[in-house]
């Protein structure tokens, strides 16, 4: 299997996870999002953005991105271990956690487009 194919198995199997409606849209929403969050914020500011959210589903978000990140980088374990682990990474390490995270993050945005449906505007996160 290459890299990318890797990527999507690992994705569309976390795609499974996620069963209810109203989660799959806000879910889904913000994975189509966040390459776009990381690019104009980077990827620690958006990692903490979507950590600040009060809708749980997001949280397993990051799991999910954490999971795929653990896979090249076994000191991510959950959520916060992602979270601290781009906190305090070097210019280097944070660099290569960007872009596996972008390559990663835009797996859950396509399959959430295609396997469900959902657009990025679907959501409203505010509630």
Known sequence: MT???????MAYEHLQDVTA????T??????????ALIRA???CQALYFVKSRPK???KTLLLHLG???????????DMDSLCERVRKADL??????????LAA??????????EWGVLPGDDDTKR
Do not use: F, N
């Open 92 to 101: 280097a390490q944070y660099i290569w956690l960007t872009r596996e995270a």
């Open 56 to 58: 749980d589903v997001l």
């Open 26 to 35: 806000v879910y889904g929403s913000m994975a189509q999002k966040l390459p």
């Open 67 to 77: 999971k795929q990140l653990h896979r090249v980088d076994a000191g991510i374990e």
């Open 105 to 114: 993050a835009s797996w859950y945005g396509r399959l959430a487009r295609s």
């Open 41 to 43: 914020a980077g990827l």
């Open 3 to 9: 890299l990318e194919q890797t990527r999507a198995a």
């Open 21 to 24: 409606k109203d989660d799959r």
